[in-house]
Antibody, heavy 127, light 109 residues
Framework: QVQLVQSGAEVKKPGASVKVSCKAS????????ISWVRQAPGQGLEWMGW????????NYAQKLQGRVTMTTDTSTSTAYMELRSLRSDDTAVYYC????????????????????WGQGTLVTVSS | SSELTQDPAVSVALGQTVRITCQGD??????ASWYQQKPGQAPVLVIY???NRPSGIPDRFSGSSSGNTASLTITGAQAEDEADYYC????????????FGGGTKLTVL
């Protein structure tokens, strides 16, 4: 069965960086992408970006451009999301999700969506 | 602000039908996907594409689209359907970026 297992909770100071991992199993890693989504306390879902596990292409939300980097390690079927220059409003639960967009502009079955999600990683930014 | 607009809250009587809507210009060109999220849990995909349900999602959930509006309909709402619902699709930039609606809190009375 498809599983995405994320790394544990983090507490960071403002200005620091955080790197969250997402280990995939139960499917061919390079046949899909990985999307990252975050949710601040009591708020809605925010799409952060996407990475192709097929060729490493990325596509980031404009508001995070320059602060976020998404990578994959195909040898371990693991995706990573690094966020730099952390601020208090980056405090959120961060989710990874398997995405049907295999490479930019191509989605399995013609529609793009995230079908399996990790359990979430709480990142707290506090001085 | 979100490019996909949802009503913040909707209520439905137990066993009745409810429609949750999502509006945005990009929906004229792209399908929405819908996610259910219960407190303290990760989102769960309930509808994708034109009107497709992942395995394990009850058939009381259905999706539709017309013009700039996508809809999620629950026919015969159950107590366990009480949750937040989010739509997601591409934004209107043409750059394959995605965006979520603000979410709708569904209360089953």
């Amino acid at each position: 069965q498809v599983q995405l297992v994320q790394s544990g909770a983090e507490v960071k100071k403002p200005g620091a960086s955080v790197k969250v991992s997402c280990k995939a199993s139960g499917y061919t890693f390079t046949s899909y992408g990985i999307s990252w989504v975050r949710q601040a306390p009591g708020q809605g879902l925010e799409w952060m970006g996407w990475i192709s596990a097929y060729n490493g292409n990325t596509n980031y939300a404009q508001k995070l451009q320059g602060r976020v980097t998404m990578t994959t390690d195909t040898s371990t079927s693991t995706a990573y999301m690094e966020l730099r220059s952390l601020r208090s409003d980056d405090t959120a639960v961060y989710y990874c999700a398997r995405d049907t967009q295999r490479y930019l502009g191509y989605c399995s079955g013609g529609s793009c969506y995230a079908d399996y999600w990790g359990q979430g990683t709480l990142v707290t930014v506090s001085s | 602000s979100s490019e996909l607009t949802q009503d913040p809250a909707v209520s439905v009587a137990l066993g009745q039908t409810v429609r949750i809507t999502c509006q945005g210009d990009s929906l004229r060109s792209y399908y929405a996907s819908w996610y259910q999220q219960k407190p303290g849990q990760a989102p769960v995909l309930v509808i994708y594409g034109k009107n497709n349900r992942p395995s394990g999602i009850p058939d009381r959930f259905s999706g539709s689209s017309s013009g700039n509006t996508a809809s999620l309909t629950i026919t015969g709402a159950q107590a366990e359907d009480e949750a937040d619902y989010y739509c997601n699709s591409r934004d209107s930039s043409g750059n394959h970026l995605r965006v979520f609606g603000g979410g709708t809190k569904l209360t089953v009375l």
